[in-house]
Nanobody, 119 residues
Framework: QVQVVESGGGLVQAGGSLRLSCAAS????????MGWYRQAPGKQRELVATITSGARTNYADSVKGRFTISNISRDNVKNTVYLQMNSLKPEDTAVYYC??????????WGQGTQVTVSS
């Protein structure tokens, strides 16, 4: 079992920035792709960005241009992934979840962190 814990959410005004962090517990298995997803009230959970263990990144179309290629990053030694969110909009308001993929096929989710962007 891998424990995944997110932090860094909060309330910010439109145009502001937040940095989310996600730490996965130590595991004997290799951690592969880590990523951020979000779920707004009444909507399905959707991809925000992912990063592989080799630092290959992928961003959802909804955040491209605002979340640049360097906005998701990870520290493989600490099993931690970060998401720097800039130019936030009210439509970015959601619970942000971290997913950690483990070699062997396991995927683990954190409990989520609330991001609220006021207009």
């Amino acid at each position: 079992q891998v424990q995944v814990v997110e932090s860094g959410g909060g309330l910010v005004q439109a145009g502001g920035s937040l940095r989310l962090s996600c730490a996965a517990s130590r595991t004997i298995f290799s951690i592969n792709t880590m990523g951020w997803y979000r779920q707004a009230p009444g909507k399905q959970r959707e991809l925000v960005a992912t990063i592989t263990s080799g630092a290959r990144t992928n961003y959802a179309d909804s955040v491209k241009g605002r979340f640049t290629i360097s906005n998701i990053s990870r520290d493989n030694v600490k099993n931690t992934v970060y998401l720097q969110m800039n130019s936030l909009k009210p439509e970015d308001t959601a619970v942000y979840y971290c997913q950690t993929g483990v070699a062997g096929g396991g995927n683990y989710w954190g409990q989520g962190t609330q991001v609220t962007v006021s207009s």
